[in-house]
């Protein structure tokens, strides 16, 4: 069932890749159409999360916290830093995702290899599930490290 989530993820890759040739390249492109593509992302992001808003410029809402887009589309640290008390993601894109300090069942659509930093409260537990729900692996806080995060499907930060 990974294909469904590769399915989404290469249309939204497919639709982020086209404005970006429509706009020049981001690494080539002046910092009008990077910003361009950056709004791009936000606005896909939206479109597929009803319900959800924009914060600032590449940063939105979703459950449990905010998405901020990367402009370059790549992950660029090999560490992330992460307030205290949350748990953050980097994905293969370059995409964080913050989540706050609320327990909750959450969707994650991020994709690729990247890291993560479990900041919260020593001892609690991030939990990261397969599509099926079933438990993929944990993080007792205080940790970070790598992570693959195809086939994350499902976070419970706590």
Known sequence: MNWIKSLAM???????????????????????????????KVDAYLAS???????????????GGSVTFSATGTAGATAISCSYGHLCIQDGNGSRWDYYYYCGYYDFSGIGDGYFNNNQT???????????GSLRWTS???Q???????????????
Request: one cysteine or more; proline letters at 8%.
């Open 10 to 40: 290469t249309g939204a890759a497919v639709v982020l890749t086209a404005g970006q040739l429509l706009s020049g390249t981001a690494s080539a492109a002046p910092a009008a159409d990077r910003a361009d593509g950056l709004q791009q």
């Open 49 to 63: 999360h009803p319900g959800e808003r924009q914060l600032a410029e590449g940063k939105a809402t979703m459950p």
């Open 122 to 132: 020593s001892g609690t537990v991030a939990r990261f599930y397969n599509q099926d």
């Open 140 to 142: 007792r806080a205080p």
């Open 144 to 158: 970070s490290g790598t992570a693959s995060w195809s086939p994350v499907w499902h976070i419970r930060p706590c």
